[in-house]
Structures are given as C-alpha cells and as structure tokens.
C-alpha cells in the first residue's frame, strides 16, 4: 500500500465513508450518540456520507492513501462552521443517523462550534484508518498534508480528540490542551490546538 497521502475524490467518498464507519464504531463519543450497537455502523456510513459529500469535499480536502484505508478530513479556515440552511436541509438525515439522540447531537455540535478557536485555523474533525490498518502510524501520516500546510501559511491547526490515546498522539504532533469538557452525560471530548509555526 502507497502511505503518500492525496487527496480524494468525489467517487472515492462511498470508500471513505465505510472506512471512516469502521474506524469510528467504538469511539466512546459516537458510541453515547448512537448507542445501538447493532445499528451503529450502519448510521455511521449515513453520517460519514453527509460530512464527505456536504460539508468536507466541497469546502475541504478529504487527505487518503491508495486502498483508502484511512482518512483525515480538513476544512480551510471560516469553513469549518456547517450553515444554518445546511443543517435544515439536512435535518431527516440526520434523523437517520441519530434518531432519539438527534438533539444530543445538535447540541453537541453547538458546543463544539462554540469551542473553536476565534482566531483562523484548520480543524481537523476526523482521522480514521481502517482496523486491519490499525497500528501502522497512517493517521500521523494522513495528518500530516494538513499540517505541512499550517506550517507553510503560519496558521494553527484545530481537532477534539475523543480518547485519552488519540490526544496523546496529537500531543507527540505538537498539538496542546485546551480544557475537557462534557455535554450533559457524554463523554468527555479533548479541544486541542496546534500553535502557528513561527515565522
């Protein structure tokens, strides 16, 4: 497998979307806000279909390698916040996605908009890599066009990390805590930011 990270297309995003479902089945976040394990999957194909082909493609880049075995999504600065229109048009899919916890998931989204850095940044808001390719360090490489950007423009970069174990990758990639916080009950969610490069 080519680990050289490229950008994907529009007809990769079916691929993308079952990797990203795959990768993101036992994350403790997604996981509170789909909790039918035996439907979750399934909901996380229709969620990572709506963020690939609504909101990451056409403001962003979706960065893969060849097989599609991961993928680390960026959105630009001032791209990064999903419309109020977007978000009712696509309201019965989200429905779908999340049923009894859709207003879970809305609020959550509130707060973590509400979280982002005021200054522009890329956000960074999923990097997943397929299970058989678990362990082999894709993510960081994936990462890795987003921030080669941030450092070439100066600009700092932005993600939440879900687990304890992801943040302490981002920390290995310079990124810096910002403060955990909760919705209600969910679990806990980890803002960190990566400073500007110097210039």
């Known amino acids: ?10 007809a990769e995003a079916g691929a993308l979307t079952a990797t990203l479902a795959a990768a993101f089945e036992h994350d403790p976040v997604l996981g ?5 394990r035996h439907r979750r999957l399934r909901r996380l194909e229709r969620f990572f279909a709506l963020e690939l082909r609504h909101v990451v493609l056409p403001a962003g880049t979706a960065w893969t390698v060849d097989g599609n075995a991961g993928a ?21 899919a ?43 360090r894709l993510g960081t490489a994936l ?10 423009e100066h600009l700092p970069a932005y993600l939440e990390a879900t ?3 992801n943040a302490a990758l981002y920390e290995r990639l310079g990124f810096e805590h910002l403060g955990a916080f909760r919705f209600g009950s969910s679990p ?9 490069a110097a210039r």
């Open 163 to 165: 687990s304890e174990r």
């Open 188 to 196: 806990p969610l980890w803002p960190m930011r990566r400073p500007p």
């Open 143 to 152: 990462m890795r066009p987003t921030l080669d950007r941030c450092d070439r």
């Open 1 to 10: 497998m080519d680990r050289s990270p490229r950008a994907a297309t529009l």
């Open 32 to 36: 509170w806000l789909i909790p039918d």
């Open 94 to 136: 989200f429905t779908r996605v999340f049923a009894r916890r859709l207003l879970h998931a809305l609020g959550l989204i509130t707060v973590m908009e509400h979280r982002h850095p005021r200054e522009p940044h890329c956000y960074i808001p999923y990097v997943g890599v397929a299970p058989a390719a678990q362990g082999q």
């Open 72 to 92: 680390s999504l960026e959105l630009p600065p001032g791209r990064w916040r999903m419309p109020v229109g977007a978000q009712l048009a696509h309201g019965p």
